[in-house]
């Protein structure tokens, strides 16, 4: 029988040997040793973290040094009336204390922006760790750092530090965000924040952008307005009402939902809220007023030294001449051309200010800065010149054929008028009559002249000159002929008639300048006497507006440039159309369009004023005091055929029927037919500068009727004379 196999009961392993005693005290060492210099460490970086923070507190501003410092001069332009004009650099608006923000406008701004603002010391450490993290991420790829800023850090930021990003500059935001919120209370801070941060639109604070976006103070806003603004904080020009309201409205959505998560409002209050309704304030005008704005802002700098603190400029302008000069220029400038209209008291008060037709399309100040001839509105000189030399409205002169150092010059219907009175070639413009008394003053005393009232541009010497051929700035002009209304004194065209700083102090007060006399006042007497007659009877008669004016047309050679100039009731006016680049304009006639620009004008600006008369009562032309049944002036009609709708003599049988234009008021280009305006403009008493001038007196004895008009214009017949059916008109009218 087999003996049965004894088993051996399995032993275990034998245990690992352990260490030795001195190895498992070294570990434990080498871990007390490394908690001790992480304790040292974190000991140190904390008594670092104190000290820099104690010297950021050491160098911070008080309360109120903040309160106080800009960060950059806001400048805001108001008209005669008050109304703001334009609104230049950052707008601060009112400073508004703790206890004045609406407690709306504090929870909004809390529950987008930093929903633990009460909690945390001025870092929150998750955002912080959360923020550090994605830079980590997006290093290198320009994508900027999230989720780190609180609203003490989003301060430091605004008030000391750039907006570049980088890890250096988060950490010296932290800093300075813990030296804030150990230097000044959780309320300080948040007043700080909704007085400073910008918001858009050049508004900074709460104020500013409530008076922008919602035409009122921020002292009392609704919480759909507070919504709005709290949530342009996060992108300003991505969210701002009036760049994107859609956006703003939706970002305001967001803000009310934050809101509600936080508790701050009720669901039923958000729905109630509708930021989509809340009324949006107008932006001010940007248009035509900037080209006066322009203008004016720059003579800040001689008037004041403050370049710092926010301003009020009160300036000349008058809003509802500045809309009625729009609507002259828009209606009246013909379509491819450019207009600019300057409007000024006596005293040099600008009321009026047109650069040109459209200023957001360009933003050129034809008012001020374009240079073009004046044409025969320079002959405003040349008369003057003369009547100081002692000649006299009433003094006879000869119009005839006339050389002067080989320049020619000749009357656009190249007849000549034999002995007439300097004011019937005046009202008609002829242009031999005045390079004769050019002539006789000298045209260097014509330059004088010119240069004394005001003309700043280099002038020429050349006897062409008297015919306006030297470039001129619009305003330059209208200063001349306001200096005419101002009874031979001196104008100094102005803008600004105060500045006002901080506080509602005075910086800057215009005073009239020391009364100048330019020329006796009988001269200018006379002068009026000359410019009224012009408009009555003359060139200018478009530019009658039924009250005394007295004003001078001009157009240029090939009718490149047209202007009127004139005055009534102590408004001096000046109006230029033309093409920018001097090209000739077919139809352009200083008698025509800018005539009818400077009525329309001047009708709404004077109206509320008293009529003022002249010192002398305007004297009709010599040929304008032939009866009525006997005079040259009527409507066209049937019995006279060789007369166009424009009231513009036709000859018959050769070319002499069409004007040539010689660089004065009247004519045509050579060959160029004569432009139709659209229906009959009547005989020479009705048309503009499109007038050739008045037919050749008739000899001694012979009577002034149709067979005498009949033989000179070379026809035949004996058609029945026009009649004007109201006689011969009278001063005024």
Do not use: C
């Not at 040099?348 to 200010?353: E, H, I, N, S």
């Not at 006497?529 to 004016?549: F, H, K, M, S, Y």
Request: net charge neutral; proline share 8%; charged share 20%.
């Amino acid at each position: 029988m087999a003996r049965p196999i004894r088993q051996t009961p399995r032993q275990a392993p034998p245990p690992p040997p352990e260490p030795p005693r001195h190895q498992r005290s070294g570990f434990v060492k080498a871990l007390i040793t490394g908690a001790k210099l992480f304790g040292a460490a974190l000991f140190l970086a904390l008594v670092a973290l104190v000290v820099a923070v104690g010297i950021a507190m050491s160098g911070l501003p008080s309360f109120d040094q903040l309160k106080s410092s800009p960060n950059g001069q806001m400048i805001r332009v108001h008209a005669v009336d008050g109304t703001v004009l334009v609104s230049l650099g950052p707008s601060y608006g009112q400073w508004l204390r703790s206890d004045q923000i609406p407690q709306v406008m504090k929870d909004a701004m809390i529950s987008v922006e930093d929903r633990r603002f009460y909690e945390h010391p001025g870092v929150d450490p998750i955002g912080i760790l959360r923020g550090t993290w994605v830079g980590i991420k997006n290093r290198g790829t320009g994508r900027r750092l999230q989720g780190a800023s609180t609203i003490t850090q989003q301060l430091a930021r605004n008030l000391f530090l750039t907006t570049r990003y980088s890890f250096v500059r988060k950490f010296r935001e932290a800093i300075i965000s813990l030296a804030l919120e150990r230097k000044f209370s959780k309320d300080q801070i948040l007043e700080l924040y909704l007085n400073k941060v910008y918001f858009g639109g050049g508004s900074y604070g709460i104020d500013a952008a409530s008076r922008k976006f919602f035409g009122h103070g921020a002292d009392h806003l609704s919480l759909g307005e507070a919504s709005i603004i709290a949530g342009l904080v996060k992108a300003p020009s991505n969210y701002s009402p009036t760049a994107d309201a859609q956006a703003a409205v939706g970002r305001a959505g967001v803000v009310l939902e934050t809101m509600v998560e936080t508790g701050k409002i009720s669901e039923a209050d958000a729905q109630a809220a509708q930021p989509s309704a809340v009324k949006l304030a107008p932006e001010p005008r940007q248009n035509s007023v900037r080209y006066f704005t322009d203008w004016a802002l720059p003579q800040l700098s001689t008037l004041i030294d403050d370049q710092t603190d926010p301003l009020d400029v009160w300036t000349t302008l008058d809003l509802n001449m500045q809309r009625q000069a729009d609507r002259a220029i828009a209606q009246d400038t013909p379509a491819g051309l450019q207009g600019a209209l300057v409007s000024m008291e006596r005293d040099g008060a600008v009321r009026a200010m047109v650069g040109g037709k459209d200023y957001i399309s360009s933003n050129y100040n034809r008012a001020v800065t374009a240079m073009r001839q004046p044409g025969s509105a320079w002959k405003l000189f040349v008369y003057l010149a003369a009547i100081e030399a002692g000649h006299k409205p009433d003094e006879a002169i000869v119009d005839e054929p006339v050389t002067i150092d080989g320049w020619s010059p000749r009357n656009d219907e190249r007849t000549y008028s034999g002995q007439i009175n300097i004011r019937t070639a005046f009202a008609f413009s002829l242009n031999t009559v005045a390079a004769k008394l050019g002539q006789a003053v000298g045209f260097e005393t014509v330059a004088d002249m010119a240069r004394r009232f005001g003309i700043s541009t280099p002038i020429n010497t050349h006897p062409a000159m008297v015919l306006g051929t030297s470039d001129v700035h619009l305003i330059d002009m209208v200063r001349a002929f306001a200096e005419i209304d101002n009874k031979g004194a001196m104008v100094q065209p102005y803008a600004i008639e105060k500045v006002v700083g901080p506080d509602d102090k005075l910086l800057y007060q215009h005073t009239p300048p020391e009364n100048r006399v330019l020329v006796a006042p009988w001269v200018a007497a006379e002068m009026t006497d000359l410019l009224q007659t012009a408009v009555n009877t003359g060139t200018a008669r478009a530019a009658q507006i039924g009250r005394p004016v007295a004003g001078k047309t001009g157009t240029t050679s090939t009718n490149r440039d047209g202007w009127f100039l004139g005055f009534s009731s102590g408004l001096t006016t000046g109006v230029w159309m033309g093409r920018d680049d001097a090209k000739p304009n077919p139809g352009l006639y200083g008698g025509r369009a800018p005539a009818r620009a400077f009525a329309d004008y001047m009708k709404v600006a004077v109206a509320a004023r008293p009529v003022e008369q002249f010192d002398t009562q305007v004297t009709l032309p010599e040929w304008q005091l032939e009866p009525d049944d006997e005079a040259y002036y009527g409507q066209p009609d049937s019995g006279i055929p060789t007369i166009d709708a424009n009231g513009q003599v036709i000859q018959q049988g050769d070319d002499q029927g069409q004007p040539m234009s010689d660089g004065g008021d009247q004519g045509y280009p050579p060959q160029q037919p004569a432009p139709q305006q659209g229906g009959s403009r009547g005989s020479p008493q009705q048309q503009d500068d499109d007038w050739q001038g008045p037919p050749p007196p008739p000899a001694p004895g012979q009577r002034l009727d149709q067979s005498w008009l009949n033989g000179v214009l070379g026809r035949k017949g004996n058609a029945n004379p026009p009649q004007r059916g109201g006689g011969t008109p009278q001063p005024n009218q």
